[in-house]
């Protein structure tokens, strides 16, 4: 079955520091990717839609300076959080339209 | 707007019980329907899914039915296992326009030995 590659699966950085989280459709092109944030015990919080070879489109509320999202590739997302905080710190997860969406595991990222 | 609710938050059954979880939703041009379990720091992961064209869907334990004139649908889980704790998520899609998902707040599953 299709599978979404999500790396790495958890993170700890400083603070100020950038983080850069891979998103990587394995068996299959996606032309759409989609970013999420999910808080503990809390559903997943859509922060932007990632399309290949365009802007993301951002969700209000999120910072597109901060959570810069590239897709250069049929089969790769990125996400990168710039200049990380402690309020930054959650479970981001990808996912990737292929016939129906499918996620990556995620990556908890801890900014101390 | 919540695009689509989600109840209860939480269940706790015996093993063998029939957990059932509850999805309403609001756009009526949502053309499909999954179910998402998702095991604690994982992401995800589909388990069934319905288009509104029928009105259940079976595969193996689980069940979805769907109510399209009450614009609801259920997560039925049978025989259920100590195994199939974890948090449950619908979502509702209207497919070919973007692909956006819209997800309930989920429903935390425990299954008792």
């Known amino acids: 079955g299709a599978v979404v590659s999500q790396h790495p699966s958890w993170v700890i950085c400083k603070s100020g520091t950038s983080v850069k989280i891979e998103c990587r459709s394995l068996?299959?092109?996606?032309?759409?990717m989609f970013w999420y944030r999910q808080f503990p015990k809390q559903s997943l919080m859509l922060m932007a839609t990632s399309n290949e070879g365009s802007k993301a489109t951002y969700e209000q509320g999120v910072e597109k300076d901060k959570f810069l999202i590239n897709h250069a590739s049929l089969t790769l997302s990125t996400l990168t959080v710039t200049s990380a905080h402690p309020e930054d710190s959650s479970f981001y997860i990808c996912?990737?339209?292929?016939?129906?969406?499918?996620f990556g595991n995620g990556t908890r990222l801890t900014v101390t | 707007q919540q695009q689509v609710k989600q109840s209860p938050q939480s269940l706790i059954v015996q093993k063998g019980g029939i957990p059932i979880i509850n999805c309403a939703y609001e756009?009526?041009?949502?053309?499909?329907f999954p179910w998402y379990q998702q095991f604690p720091g994982k992401g995800p992961a589909l388990l069934i899914a319905?288009?509104?064209?029928?009105s259940e869907k079976k595969e193996g334990r689980f069940t979805i039915s769907f109510n399209k004139s009450a614009k609801q649908f259920s997560l039925h889980i049978m025989d259920s296992q100590p195994g199939d704790s974890a948090t449950y998520f619908c979502a509702a899609s209207k497919l070919n326009t973007g692909n956006q998902f819209y997800f309930g707040t989920g429903t935390s599953l425990t299954v008792i030995p």
């Open positions: 319905i288009r509104p064209d029928v």
């Open positions: 756009n009526t041009a949502f053309d499909y």
């Open positions: 068996d299959f092109q996606a032309t759409t």
């Open positions: 996912s990737a339209w292929g016939v129906t969406l499918h």
